[in-house]
């Protein structure tokens, strides 16, 4: 049944796509049957289950992923994600905090239970979170950067200002960092350390596309 599990699966986003809704919800609901310990074919089922508006079939699938799946973190962040959606903060921090604790050296899984504890405006949490997912991936480029932006909206510009840098570091062309170093100064007061961000930014040979002045050029 596996192999034709995966065909109803394809099947079924096909029909989606060509929106036979009918036909397509008949091909998960083989492919989930055929295979139900699938963690892919969960997943895929719930996302279609979601954008079709029946968000009551599309958490039964996300629950079956978190039963079914070995990436265990995976699971529960999927599923942590799916009530963010429903505007369900406190359902979708539970989930965060199950993954945190499946997979508690990878950053970020604490990345995502900091956004959890933000939304909930649990703010000494969400710090705990990004200081954990920076201890498990101190060369983590987003890690840094995450937290930085984070400590400038909590006011401490300082601290802000040192992540962004070790951000910086870590990626040179990361234009972001710099340049919100040097929005970070200008709030300070400190035009000579905003200056010399902003020229740093400007010195960096970038690919085109990313956010780099030089890219314009």
Do not use: M
């Amino acid at each position: 049944g596996g192999n034709a599990a995966w065909g109803y699966l394809y099947l079924g986003i096909g029909l989606h796509r060509l929106n036979d809704i009918k036909q397509a919800r008949a091909a998960f609901e083989q492919a989930t049957t055929l295979a139900p310990d699938v963690d892919w074919i969960r997943f895929q089922a719930g996302e279609f289950y979601e954008a079709i508006g029946d968000f009551e079939a599309a958490q039964q699938q996300y629950e079956k992923l978190v039963e079914v799946s070995s990436n265990v973190s995976w699971g529960h962040n999927t599923l942590g994600d799916f009530f963010a959606r429903r505007d369900r903060p406190a359902d979708a921090l539970r989930e965060y905090q199950a993954a945190a604790q499946a997979a508690p050296n990878t950053p970020e899984v604490w990345l995502k239970l900091a956004d959890g504890y933000n939304t909930l405006a649990q703010t000494a949490e969400a710090s705990n979170a990004y200081r954990r997912a920076i201890e498990a991936g101190p060369d983590d480029h987003y890690a840094r950067a995450a937290y930085a932006y984070f400590l400038y909206t909590e006011g401490d510009l300082l601290s802000a200002i040192d992540q962004w840098k070790e951000a910086a570091r870590i990626e040179p062309t990361d234009c972001d960092s710099l340049i919100s170093i040097g929005l970070a100064y200008e709030s300070l007061g400190d035009t000579t350390g905003a200056r010399d961000a902003y020229s740093q930014a400007a010195a960096i040979e970038a690919p085109e596309g990313s956010t780099c002045p030089s890219s314009a050029r």
